[in-house]
């Protein structure tokens, strides 16, 4: 059983920061994919960044572009994601969602989600 564990959320002004974090337990072999997905009240869920296993530099949503960064720890199976000069419609519930080979080098290879942190951004 493969679970995925958020933390860092929370309530800041505009222009503040936060990081989430984000630690996948369980039988797990190796994390491919590891991103973030943010949900505003009354929209779809979107991916605001992603980080390939071997990947340094990760992808991102260009509305958060140069505010963000995600990292990864693969030795923790943990994925980060730094935000600065949060903006008010950085607000949403935020997930992370990794791409996972479970057991062994033949295991099968599952998403997961994590279920979500809150964070609000003042103006």
């Known amino acids: 059983q493969v679970q995925l564990k958020e933390s860092g959320g929370g309530s800041v002004q505009s222009g503040e920061s936060l990081t989430l974090s984000c630690e996948a337990s369980g039988d797990i072999f190796r994390v491919y994919v590891m991103a973030w997905y943010r949900q505003a009240p009354g929209q779809e869920r979107e991916e605001v960044a992603d980080?390939?296993?071997?990947?340094?530099?990760?992808k991102y949503a260009d509305s958060v572009k140069g505010r963000f960064t995600i990292s990864r720890d693969n030795t923790k199976n943990a994925a980060y994601l730094q935000m600065n000069n949060l903006k008010p419609e950085d607000t949403g519930v935020y997930y992370c969602?990794?791409?996972?080979?479970?057991?062994?080098?033949?295991?099968?290879?599952?998403?997961?989600w994590g279920r979500g942190t809150q964070v609000s951004v003042s103006a």
């Open positions: 969602h990794f791409q996972i080979r479970t057991g062994n080098v033949d295991g099968s290879v599952e998403l997961y």
């Open positions: 980080l390939y296993y071997t990947d340094t530099v990760g």
